[in-house]
């Protein structure tokens, strides 16, 4: 970890790291998995666990997720956040990453999420949010989201705009935790175990652009034959431009660590 870039080592991921490193897992569950990349994270920073299940409403995501831990201890289900099939005290812990912002009902998701948990278990939510002092990359970033909200709402697909940290801690504040543990990072706490962090630092880096114009390629793809597809390839343009001047970065997050009563 020393040789982190200081952008990284001062972004309050490694704390996060920490705290995570103290949890013993017990049985996971991980909501709105997608592809199961934060399945991967608590593989590897969670102090241990004994077995982990991530459910998701996309049958694609969830055969790319199966296919990648094929030899772990993990198990996917197609299921909604909303309505868990599992029993009341299921899990030692419950988690769900850059999700929020998909859900059409939050106060439920969060809610089954409580009730499927453990006394005890622990909650662990991670969110971008879109207010605060970012970056310009940052920002950008941002936009790139909502343009892709946009998009993926006209289709009928749930995704919204990313959240303030106001909305995010009033929904945890509402779900009655025993205690609740707040970090904010202004980086994603995967860039700990990335490969090549230096050059995952550099908003401007040949990689974190390119991630910039994919994004907007596949915004693209997704709105072909939409009546309103010449003003999204406009939008799209104005900010290929902005990702070439400012560069590309995730935005910040907030990472909960919740105590069940």
Not at 27 to 36: I, K, M, P, S, Y
Not at 112 to 129: T, W
Not at 232 to 258: D, K
Request: net charge negative.
């Amino acid at each position: 970890m020393e040789n982190l870039p200081d952008g990284i080592k001062n972004s309050g991921a490694l704390e996060i790291r920490d705290r995570l490193g103290s949890i013993s897992g017990g049985r996971v569950l991980d909501v709105g998995t997608q592809e199961g990349s934060f399945i991967g994270l608590l593989m590897k920073m969670l102090k241990d666990y004994e077995s982990i299940v991530g459910i998701d409403i996309s049958e694609e995501d969830l055969r790319k997720a199966r296919e990648e831990f094929k030899d772990g201890p993990v198990e996917f289900e197609l299921m909604s956040g909303e309505k868990l099939t599992f029993d009341d005290d299921s899990f030692d812990t419950v988690c769900m990453s850059h999700t929020v912002h998909h859900l059409e009902n939050i106060e439920s998701v969060l809610s089954e999420m409580k009730r499927v948990l453990k006394p005890g278990g622990y909650m662990i939510i991670q969110e971008q949010f879109s207010d605060g002092d970012q970056s310009d990359a940052q920002n950008t970033e941002t936009l790139v989201h909502h343009l892709d909200a946009t998009v993926d709402t006209w289709k009928g697909i749930p995704h919204f705009e990313t959240l303030s940290r106001h909305r995010l801690n009033d929904h945890i504040a509402q779900l009655g935790m025993g205690t609740v543990e707040v970090f904010q990072s202004s980086r994603l706490v995967q860039c700990l175990v990335c490969k090549e962090p230096e050059d995952c630092e550099d908003p401007r880096s040949k990689r974190n652009v390119e991630e910039g114009f994919e994004s907007l390629d596949s915004i693209l793809e997704n709105a072909a034959g939409h009546p309103e597809y010449d003003k999204i390839v406009a939008e799209a343009g104005r900010l290929r431009e902005r990702i070439q001047e400012t560069g590309y970065m995730p935005a910040s997050l907030l990472f909960f660590i919740c105590r069940n009563s």
